[in-house]
Protein backbone atom coordinates (compact mmCIF):
# COMPACT_ATOMS: atom_id res chain seq x y z
CA UNK A 1 0.00 0.00 0.00
CA UNK A 2 1.39 3.04 -0.68
CA UNK A 3 -0.23 6.80 -0.47
CA UNK A 4 1.33 10.11 -2.42
CA UNK A 5 0.47 13.38 -1.33
CA UNK A 6 0.41 16.43 -3.63
CA UNK A 7 -0.57 20.27 -4.44
CA UNK A 8 1.04 21.87 -1.33
CA UNK A 9 2.52 25.28 -1.00
CA UNK A 10 3.07 28.75 0.01
CA UNK A 11 -0.08 31.44 -0.72
CA UNK A 12 -1.94 33.83 0.57
CA UNK A 13 -4.60 34.09 2.91
CA UNK A 14 -8.16 33.97 0.75
CA UNK A 15 -6.10 31.46 -1.88
CA UNK A 16 -7.02 28.39 -3.11
CA UNK A 17 -4.90 25.04 -3.62
CA UNK A 18 -6.30 21.62 -4.66
CA UNK A 19 -4.59 18.61 -2.39
CA UNK A 20 -4.23 14.94 -4.49
CA UNK A 21 -3.38 11.65 -2.89
CA UNK A 22 -2.59 8.80 -5.14
CA UNK A 23 -2.95 5.42 -3.94
CA UNK A 24 -1.57 2.41 -5.09
CA UNK A 25 -1.59 -1.27 -3.92
CA UNK A 26 -4.79 -1.81 -2.88
CA UNK A 27 -8.21 -1.31 -4.50
CA UNK A 28 -8.86 1.91 -3.88
CA UNK A 29 -12.36 1.76 -4.43
CA UNK A 30 -13.24 -0.24 -1.49
CA UNK A 31 -11.93 1.97 1.02
CA UNK A 32 -12.95 5.06 3.17
CA UNK A 33 -10.39 7.88 2.78
CA UNK A 34 -9.33 10.73 5.41
CA UNK A 35 -7.66 13.51 5.34
CA UNK A 36 -5.27 14.81 8.71
CA UNK A 37 -3.32 17.66 8.63
CA UNK A 38 -0.95 18.85 11.91
CA UNK A 39 -0.59 22.59 12.53
CA UNK A 40 3.30 23.79 13.58
CA UNK A 41 4.00 22.30 17.55
CA UNK A 42 -0.05 20.98 17.39
CA UNK A 43 -1.40 17.48 17.32
CA UNK A 44 -2.43 16.00 13.83
CA UNK A 45 -5.86 16.85 13.86
CA UNK A 46 -8.84 15.27 11.15
CA UNK A 47 -10.08 17.57 8.45
CA UNK A 48 -12.22 15.74 6.72
CA UNK A 49 -13.68 11.80 5.57
CA UNK A 50 -15.27 10.27 2.28
CA UNK A 51 -16.94 6.93 2.11
CA UNK A 52 -15.81 4.68 -0.82
CA UNK A 53 -19.17 5.09 -3.34
CA UNK A 54 -18.07 9.34 -2.36
CA UNK A 55 -21.03 9.78 -0.04
CA UNK A 56 -21.12 9.71 3.28
CA UNK A 57 -18.77 13.27 3.81
CA UNK A 58 -18.03 15.17 6.69
CA UNK A 59 -15.90 17.85 7.62
CA UNK A 60 -14.00 19.57 11.03
CA UNK A 61 -16.01 22.85 11.86
CA UNK A 62 -13.57 24.90 11.10
CA UNK A 63 -13.30 23.67 7.65
CA UNK A 64 -16.88 23.45 6.53
CA UNK A 65 -17.76 25.47 3.89
CA UNK A 66 -14.32 26.20 2.35
CA UNK A 67 -13.08 22.76 1.81
CA UNK A 68 -14.34 19.36 -0.01
CA UNK A 69 -13.33 16.55 -0.01
CA UNK A 70 -13.89 14.00 -3.25
CA UNK A 71 -12.32 11.33 -5.11
CA UNK A 72 -11.99 9.95 -8.57
CA UNK A 73 -12.24 6.09 -7.72
CA UNK A 74 -11.04 5.45 -11.60
CA UNK A 75 -7.85 6.53 -10.84
CA UNK A 76 -7.27 5.67 -7.19
CA UNK A 77 -7.40 9.40 -6.47
CA UNK A 78 -8.35 11.66 -3.80
CA UNK A 79 -8.52 15.36 -3.60
CA UNK A 80 -9.16 17.96 -1.08
CA UNK A 81 -10.13 21.66 -2.54
CA UNK A 82 -9.12 24.18 -0.08
CA UNK A 83 -10.72 27.58 -0.94
CA UNK A 84 -10.25 30.51 1.17
CA UNK A 85 -7.02 29.65 3.09
CA UNK A 86 -6.56 31.14 6.34
CA UNK A 87 -3.03 31.38 8.19
CA UNK A 88 -4.45 28.85 10.77
CA UNK A 89 -4.76 26.02 7.76
CA UNK A 90 -1.03 26.06 8.03
CA UNK A 91 -0.19 22.45 8.55
CA UNK A 92 1.35 19.58 6.97
CA UNK A 93 -1.43 17.54 5.12
CA UNK A 94 -2.21 13.67 5.35
CA UNK A 95 -3.99 11.32 3.19
CA UNK A 96 -5.10 8.09 6.14
CA UNK A 97 -6.78 4.99 4.73
CA UNK A 98 -7.16 2.06 6.93
CA UNK A 99 -6.88 -1.19 4.71
CA UNK A 100 -5.87 -4.41 6.72
CA UNK A 101 -4.31 -1.44 9.40
CA UNK A 102 -3.33 2.29 9.13
CA UNK A 103 -1.68 3.40 6.10
CA UNK A 104 -0.46 7.53 6.43
CA UNK A 105 1.28 9.01 3.48
CA UNK A 106 4.33 11.37 3.93
CA UNK A 107 2.53 14.19 3.51
CA UNK A 108 2.27 17.61 1.82
CA UNK A 109 3.12 21.07 3.50
CA UNK A 110 0.51 23.75 3.00
CA UNK A 111 2.31 27.40 4.59
CA UNK A 112 -0.67 30.37 4.09
CA UNK A 113 0.14 34.26 5.03
CA UNK A 114 -1.78 36.72 5.77
Known amino acids: VQLVESGGGSVQAGDSLRLSCVAAGFTFSRYEVRWYRRPPGKEREFVAV????????EYTDSVKSRFTISRDNAKSTAYLQMNNLRPEDTAVYYCFIYVDREYWGKGTLVTVSA
Open 50 to 57: IQSGGDGI
